[in-house]
């Protein structure tokens, strides 16, 4: 048999992190991840969420180039809101610069990757890619021998979270599947994202089934290691994660300072009735027709309100008055972003007063967090993501650990019980077999190595080579 | 925004349905 090609192998855990990570090391659940000599803190972006940093793994760049500030991307002049995939993600990506010099490479599960780009090796589109009816793989014609395997892009459909968590698991197995498959073939770089251990994380911090993800995903690892022992290996996160207590919730503050206005006491014949859609759900589930919430229109389903409506929804039922609104929040994880309501948009906050509203605001939520003794950054658009187009206008991101974001717009109180166990935060890990530069890695740095490591010239980058 | 700009959007839109898909897991999964 043919000595395999000598690779570079990088395999992403979502939501990979110490605290985790080192409790299983030190029960001698992960082996094979502690024969990777070199390890740190690879740092995320701000928002620290899976869109918003693999953006930047794949560019090299921090989102005010990717043009990738979380799963939805607001507009700069109205209040639409988009779903982002590889058609919003800005700058060029690994797999293209890889491909241009001819490196052959394989993708899997990356997110912002679907449609996928046509390139020399192969790409199975990730998180972004609507169902696996679509065409999610390049070439087409992989997605034929996936459904060998089974393939599923992510958990969904399930009622339940614990449903969810073991489901999750099950993927596991099936992406390993996969990318056996994939990994006998001859490429010079692999990349892989196990979604799993993020998802899992979110739903159960600390159950089992998490501790069973880490476990199968280092088997894994072993497994690369032991057979492409030509090979050299990168693991990573896109982010860490933390367990979460406590929630601040940003509309009600927006609203308490003023900033904000709700119509929520003009009551509408479905709340009058109190009739939302939880409980409209909650009957048709117990009566087995849940089939029919898909079949109702979106249109319509829109005008009947739901107990935590979401940013979007707030907007489109005008829950939230714009006639006299300034700001509104919308929530990433751990991070609150906040959006003017501006002439663009068709709101009240002329072009000249943007700048002092958003100096305004920022100084009002430090000096709130300062007050409340929990560490806090608020920056405008300008000073994190250098005023890009469609960036939000202030982003506060909660540093101190155990706090997370609501962005309810039913009046509740500033603080609040959050929404999961556990969600996000910017401490990523990285661990590697090679001897990299790691006091400070961040994860714009990976492109630049990748590059680096094939010999390619990497330029004009947020991040730079750790090799 | 420019005219290009306006017209570049327009291509990068998804169909609703593909859109809808999205909407729903990343609803699942507590993201939006």
């Known amino acids: ?267 509408s014949l479905f709340s009058i009735f109190g009739i939302n859609r939880e409980r409209i759900y909650r009957i048709l589930n117990y009566l087995n027709l849940d089939f029919l919430v898909k079949m109702v229109p979106r249109s319509f389903a829109k005008k009947i309100p739901t107990k935590d409506i979401d940013f979007e929804e707030a907007i489109l039922t005008k829950i939230v008055d714009l006639e006299k609104t300034r700001a509104i929040g919308k929530r990433a994880v751990k991070t609150a972003q906040i959006f003017l309501n501006t002439e663009e948009r068709g709101g009240m906050v002329k072009k000249e007063e943007k700048d002092s509203l958003k100096k305004e605001i920022k100084e009002k939520l430090e000096n709130f967090f300062a007050k409340n003794k929990i560490k806090a950054l608020v920056q405008t658009k300008e000073e994190l993501y250098g005023g890009a187009i469609n960036a939000p206008d202030i982003t506060l991101y909660l540093e101190e650990r155990g706090y997370d974001i609501l962005t309810y717009f039913t009046g509740r109180d500033i603080w609040g019980i959050p929404r999961e166990e556990a969600t996000h ?24 190595t990748i590059l680096r490591y094939f010999g390619i010239k990497e330029k004009n980058f947020d991040g730079k080579s750790l090799l | 925004m420019k005219k290009e700009e306006k017209k570049e959007e327009k291509d990068q839109e998804e169909p609703e349905e593909d859109e809808e898909k999205v909407r729903e897991r990343l609803k699942e999964l507590g993201y939006i």
Not at chain 1, 217 to 230: L, R, S, T, Y
Not at chain 1, 232 to 239: A, T
Not at chain 1, 433 to 444: H, Y
């Open chain 1, 1 to 267: 048999m043919a000595a395999k090609r000598k690779k570079l192998i990088v395999i992403g855990i979502d939501g990979g992190n110490f605290e985790v990570i080192n409790s299983l090391i030190s029960k001698g659940l992960m082996p094979n991840l502690t024969k990777l000599k070199f390890s740190g803190v690879l740092s995320s972006t701000i928002p620290p969420g899976t869109a918003v940093a693999w953006a930047s793994f794949s560019t090299g760049n921090y989102p005010g180039k990717t043009g990738i500030y979380d799963f939805t991307l607001v507009n700069e002049d109205s209040w639409k809101i988009n779903f982002i995939n590889r058609k919003k993600l800005k700058g060029k990506t690994l797999w293209e610069m890889l491909s241009e010099n001819k490196i052959k490479s394989c993708f899997i599960n990356i997110p912002l990757t679907y449609p996928p780009d046509k390139i020399n090796g192969v790409i199975i589109s990730g998180i972004d890619t609507p169902s696996t009816l679509n065409n999610y793989t390049y070439p087409p014609e992989l997605k034929e021998k996936l459904k060998e395997f089974d393939y599923e892009i992510e958990v969904g459909g399930l009622k339940e979270k614990s449903d969810m968590v073991k489901k999750c698991v099950e993927l596991v197995d099936k992406r390993t599947k996969v990318a056996n498959y994939l990994l006998e073939k001859d490429f010079d770089f692999f990349a892989i994202l196990f979604r799993e251990s993020d998802v899992a994380q979110h739903f159960a911090w600390g159950g089992e089934e998490v501790e069973e993800i880490y476990k199968k995903i280092d088997q894994f690892i072993g497994k690369v290691i032991e057979e492409e022992k030509n090979s050299d290996v990168i693991i990573i996160s896109d982010h860490g994660e933390e367990e979460v207590k406590k929630a601040f919730n940003i509309n009600s503050w927006l609203e308490k300072e003023g900033y904000l206005k709700t119509t929520l006491k003009k009551k």
């Open chain 1, 425 to 448: 935060d910017t401490e990523g890990i990285i661990f590697s077999n090679l001897s990299l530069q790691l006091k400070s890695a961040r994860i714009v740095d990976l492109a630049p």
